[in-house]
C-alpha cells in the first residue's frame, strides 16, 4: 500500500503543532489533582492517585502540561539572567563565565528547548508527595528529596514498584549525556512514545524558526547535536 501513512489515525497521537506545544487541542483541565494533561495520561494518573493513597502517599502534580510559550518563557529568563542558571549539582552559574553556547548547554541541563519539552505532550507529570512535604514548605524539586534519607524517598520507592502497572515511565531516570536524572518527572508511555517519533528534527526546527528566542541563530546551527542529546537521549521504558 505504497503513499499510504502507516499511521492510523489514533487517539494518542499528536499533530504537529501539538507535539510543538504550539496548540492545546490534545489536553484538558483536570481537577483531581489540579493540572493540565492529555485525556489518556489524566486516566492513569488519576488510578494511580488512587492506589498510591490506599498507602497513605498525597500524590500531586506540580507540572504537567506546559505549552511553547511557557517553555520560551522559561528559556528567555535564564538566557537573559532574571532566573538563576544551575549547573549538574544544583549550585548556581555565574552567567558572565559562559559564552553564548555553553550558556545553551546549562540552561538544556534543566530545562528543555521551546517546541522540544516533553510537557508539551500531556504526557509528563512532575510528582511529589504532598502529605511528605514539610509544613509550610513550597514544593521544590530536588534530587536529594527523592534519595534516601530524602521527604520523598518513600513516594521514589512507590513510584519504582508501581507507575508501571499505571503507564508511566521515568525518562530521566539515569543521566544519557543530556538532562540531568530528574527522578520526579514520570511519563505517560502510550502517548509520549509515539510524541516523540513524531518530533522529528525537522519538526523541531521548523516550529524554532518562528519563534522569537533569544540564541535562536545559534541553537539552529547546533540543532542536530542538541536535539540528538536533549531529545533523543533518554531512557526507555
Ligand atoms: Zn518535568
Redesign the pocket.
Given at each position: 500500500m505504497a503513499g499510504i501513512s502507516g499511521h492510523a489515525t489514533h487517539a494518542s497521537h499528536l499533530n504537529l503543532l501539538e507535539v510543538t506545544g504550539r496548540a492545546a487541542t490534545h489536553v484538558r483541565d483536570v481537577a483531581d489533582p489540579r493540572c493540565v494533561l492529555h485525556v489518556r495520561a489524566a486516566e492513569g494518573l488519576i488510578a494511580m492517585r488512587n492506589a498510591a493513597r490506599t498507602d497513605g502517599i498525597d500524590l500531586d502534580v506540580v507540572?504537567g502540561f506546559r505549552d511553547f510559550n511557557r517553555q520560551l518563557a522559561i528559556w528567555s529568563a535564564k538566557f537573559n539572567g532574571s532566573r538563576a542558571l544551575l549547573d549538574a549539582s544544583g549550585s548556581e552559574i555565574n552567567r558572565a563565565d559562559l559564552y553564548e553556547s555553553a550558556l545553551i548547554d546549562a540552561i538544556l541541563t534543566w530545562s528543555a528547548l521551546p517546541g522540544a519539552?516533553?510537557?508539551h505532550w500531556g504526557s509528563?507529570?512532575?510528582v511529589i508527595d504532598a502529605a511528605a512535604l514539610p509544613a509550610g514548605r513550597q514544593p521544590q524539586?530536588h534530587q536529594a528529596q527523592f534519595a534516601s534519607g530524602g521527604c520523598f524517598e518513600r513516594l521514589n520507592g512507590w513510584l519504582d514498584s508501581n507507575m508501571r502497572q499505571f503507564g508511566f515511565f521515568r525518562p530521566?531516570a539515569t543521566f544519557q549525556g543530556g538532562v540531568q536524572p530528574?527522578p520526579?518527572?514520570l511519563s505517560y508511555a502510550a502517548v509520549s512514545v509515539p510524541a516523540l517519533e513524531v518530533l522529528s528534527l525537522e519538526v523541531l526546527a521548523e516550529a524554532l524558526e518562528g519563534a522569537d528566542m533569544p540564541g535562536k541563530q545559534t541553537v539552529l546551527a547546533r540543532l542536530p547535536e542538541l536535539y540528538h542529546r536533549y531529545v533523543l537521549a533518554v531512557d526507555e521504558i
Open positions: 507540572s519539552s516533553r510537557h509528563e507529570i512532575d524539586l530521566y530528574e520526579w518527572h
